[in-house]
Every structure is written in C-alpha cells, then in structure tokens.
C-alpha cells in the first residue's frame, strides 16, 4: 500500500521546469540576456583576437585560451545589433556548448555581465510568437525579474555546429 500511495504522490507532482535555475545576466546595449550559469566557464577581459579571413562579421575570430583554440563571437552583430566600439565592461563570456555529442568552448563578446540571477518556473514565459518567417531558435524563454525583462539564450543554438567546426578548420 505504501507503494502506490508513493506512486500516486510521484504522479502528481508537477513536472520541473528545465529552464529554471542559476542565470548569469549581461547586456548587448539597452538589452539584457541571461545565460545558464551550467554552461559559462569563465569570464575575462577583451583579449587579443586573431581574425580569421572569410568568416561572417559576427564571427570575430579566435583566441587561444590556455593553449585550446575557441572561436570568439560578437553577440551585437549576430543578434544584428548595431557595432560599438568596446569599453571597460566589455568583456568574454566562454561558455560550452554539447552539440550532436560534441563538446565545444566558444567565446562570446557583451558589453557587460550584471549579476547571477536563480529564475523559478513561474519567471519565465515562452518566447513569444513573432509571426510567420521571423524564427528565434536561441530564444530559451522570456524572463520577468523585478519589473525587467530578460531573454534566456539558448546557447547551443547560436551558433552551428557547421559554423564551430568551420571557424576553428580556418583557423588551423
């Protein structure tokens, strides 16, 4: 009898949000975007950035980061922000991302990291519907924080696979 009233508490339950947890928060201009706390692994000052010729504006180039070559993304130009000239905020998040089984680092260009934030279920709204031709695979979810809307990447959608594997092939 234990067991099923076990099974029955299990059942009702409610399913736990994944998108929930630990946040680190930055700006991209008047915007701010949170990253899970899980997938950043440092973050550092602008550093020497090797371009790398026939890559996408975006694509900035790469760094050597404890003798490991990671692609370093601009986020303002990917997410088609206007360019700006760094600052003293400006900085690198490096993040890993796991796609189709590969582990990769890549470095991410913002104009400043704000704090770590722990987001419960009920912050966070799925991405609205922008209407037909408009997509936003990197949108995790919307978060409402203290008046403030933040938008939850994706990161691993950010940039492909076949972007990854082409910037650093360049680069070797």
Known sequence: MAAATLERTQAAAPSVDPRAGKYLTF??????????????????????????????????????????????????LKFA????????????????VIQEGESAMIGLI??????VLNLNPADIEDAPDFGQGVETPFVLGI??????????????????LQELRGIVALAH
């Open 27 to 76: 700006q991209l201009g008047k915007e701010e975007f949170g990253i899970q706390v899980l997938k950043v692994k440092e973050i550092m000052g602008v550093q020497d950035i090797t371009s790398v010729p026939g890559t996408p504006p975006h694509l900035k180039g790469v760094l050597n980061l404890r003798g490991k070559i990671i692609p370093v993304v601009d986020l303002r």
């Open 81 to 96: 922000f206007p360019e700006a000239p760094f600052t003293q905020t400006t900085c690198i998040v490096v993040v890993q």
């Open 110 to 115: 913002v104009d400043g990291v704000s704090e």
């Open 143 to 160: 978060a409402k924080v203290k008046g403030a809307v933040k938008i939850l990447l994706k990161i691993e959608d950010v940039l492909t």
